[in-house]
């Protein structure tokens, strides 16, 4: 069981898998005012740094569990990097319909929302393992600028314009749903660069070492279009941001 191969060649340098630096994912968890000894859970937790650096930071413990072989593994190691491996664990699996043993005081689904098949969904399951009065954690896209055609939504590599809201429609979902939205942090275009660009030269340095590899055309292909692409599409159109909820 893994993820499509590209994200674990793309994304093997990465420590956060989300247009997120690591100021603002520690400004995310200084937000939360967390409380140490409080539970995490995090569905698709890639790498693991948001549950490793926030027990080392904010004394959370917790469990991550992700589809990726190697990020989980790498997400272990950065446990045990911080020192943190005694209060946070990760699993490798699919994350799809997970519950906790133990109800939790942070269940997050940082940019994996398709595990429970849309934020609706996601949402569903995580209050499946939240402590009442407990806080979800929400990383997902919207539409900075409404993309003007459907190509364009395309080539920020959505399927559709409807697949994302702007800011206003997507916090307005959230109350939909039955949640206050109680803070947020949000990327933005230099945060979205870390992500992105940084993927470029983990490429180059994968096809210089792996020249005669099967899977070197693919990579090949990504690294020539992907800066253009992104400068035209997702880094005007694309925004991203944690959204913290409580039920109402
Ligand atoms: N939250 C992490 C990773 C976000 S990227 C971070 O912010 O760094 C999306 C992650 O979801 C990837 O790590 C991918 O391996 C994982 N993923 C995709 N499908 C999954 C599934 N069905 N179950 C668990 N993890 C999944």
């Not at 429970?116 to 949402?123: D, E, K, P, S, T």
């Not at 939240?130 to 399927?159: D, F, H």
């Not at 090949?220 to 005007?236: H, M």
């Amino acid at each position: 069981m893994d993820i499509p191969r590209i994200f674990n060649v793309a994304e093997s340098a990465h420590r956060i898998h989300n247009p997120f630096t690591p100021e603002k994912l520690a400004t995310l968890g200084a937000a939360l005012r967390l409380e140490p000894g409080t539970r995490v859970l995090d569905l698709g937790s890639g790498s693991g740094e948001m549950l490793c650096t926030w027990a080392r930071d904010y004394g959370i413990g917790g469990t991550g569990i992700d589809m990726s072989q190697l990020f989980t593994e790498q997400a272990k190691r950065r446990a045990e990097e911080l020192g943190v491996a005694d209060r946070v664990g990760f699993i490798h699996g699919d994350a799809a319909g997970y519950v906790a043993d133990e109800k939790v005081g942070v269940a997050a689904c940082v940019g994996a929302t398709w595990i429970g098949g849309g934020v609706a969904g996601a949402i569903e399951l995580l209050a499946k393992s939240l402590c009442t009065g407990g806080i979800i954690l929400i990383g997902e896209p919207y539409w900075r600028q409404l993309p003007p055609t459907e190509e364009v939504a395309k080539g920020c590599r959505a399927g559709s314009i409807s697949d994302f809201l702007m800011l206003p429609g997507l916090l307005a979902s959230f109350g939909t749903l039955g949640y206050d939205v109680v803070e947020m942090v949000l990327a933005d275009q230099d945060s979205w660069d870390r992500y992105e660009a940084a993927k470029w030269l983990t490429m180059r340095r994968w096809l210089e070492a792996n020249p005669g590899d099967d899977f070197a055309k693919e990579v090949r292909a990504e690294l020539t279009s992907a800066p253009e692409r992104y400068a035209a599409y997702a880094r005007e159109y694309l925004g991203w941001g944690v959204f913290a909820l409580m039920a109402r």
